[in-house]
């Protein structure tokens, strides 16, 4: 059964260790928090709100793993670091070296590497930069054609080559079946 939680508007929704999240661009602009996953009517509670130099336009927002870095992709600044020191969240940086634009709407982060890679969409361009600190450059690995933009973006992890050999046995066992079962 759906459950109304709040009138909010809001414009990206995640999960992340078990509470529900959002940003809006409206009233008090920044990233609001459930606790835990509403299931009946509710209030959120701001969570990165009036930070010093936080845009005022949020769209998407990666956490880190450990809970202690959040990447959050804003309209009218771009791509912005923010780091929690235990009791507080204060601004990192923003991602400026190589843009041609500050607009970013979708957002995804690979944590496998030493340092993170950041994905966003400006609504021209897919960008990617690599997060060894604030002079990191970005740069666009994929330009929308005329008439065309990009807005929101996933990370899908890749299939492991065991997971691919077992379906690929599973569709030859079917084959098999479905040939005996013919004869």
Known sequence: TATTVQGANSRVLNLYNGDLYYSTGAGTQGIYRYSGLPTSATSSTAFLTGITGQGTSPYDFVFAPDGNTLYVADDGIGVQKFTFDGSAWSLAYNFVNGLTVNRAFGLAVDFNGAEPVIYWTSPSD?????????????????SAGANYAFRGLELVPEPSAATLLGLGLAGLLVARRRSRSRS
Do not use: M, N, P, R
Request: charged fraction near 10%; charge should be neutral; aromatic fraction near 6%.
């Open 126 to 142: 897919l960008w990617k930069v690599t997060d060894s600190g604030s002079g990191a450059t970005a740069t666009s690995i994929l």
